[in-house]
């Protein structure tokens, strides 16, 4: 059976691709959970449209993040958190977490797959955290504060 993808599955597809599926998966499990809509010459049309638009609202992103690069790499985000005396943080610090600082002290929105974050930050303390938009690759400061 032929459906489109409301979103990204693992090992289906992608957001808003048409994909081939079993009957029963389809119409017991990916119909049923919103996930996926069967496959007409009006929900491609749509879905194609709508497709369009994400891709050129994520460019319009990128392209705004790529200007203000430097502005975004110039600048120290601060994030409080509640930590113990030996600086260890009570819950970690995400990317969720750095795309917020960011937005809230630059008024920059950040695509979380922009941010490459090797493993959550765990301490009080300044940190260098890759930021790779397009091919340049530059270092953004945060610094963590114990609350």
Request: proline content about 2%.
């Amino acid at each position: 059976m032929k459906i489109v993808l409301l979103k990204d599955l693992h090992k289906v597809g992608r957001k808003y691709d048409v994909v081939d599926v079993a009957d029963g998966f389809a119409l017991n499990s990916l119909i049923p959970s919103k996930s996926a809509e069967a496959a007409t010459a009006s929900t491609i049309a749509r879905y194609n449209k709508l497709r369009e638009v994400e891709v050129a609202a994520r460019a319009a992103i990128e392209e705004e993040v790529f200007s203000k690069l430097d502005v975004i790499t110039g600048n120290t985000y601060e994030i409080t958190a509640k930590a113990n005396e030996q600086g260890h943080l009570f819950a970690a610090i995400h990317k969720d977490e750095i795309i917020a600082a960011v937005k809230a002290q630059a008024g920059i929105n950040l695509d979380p797959s922009y941010l490459h974050l090797d493993a959550a930050l765990k301490q009080v303390g300044t940190f260098e955290v890759p930021l790779k938009v397009r091919d340049q690759e530059k270092m953004i400061t945060v610094e963590i504060k114990a609350a």
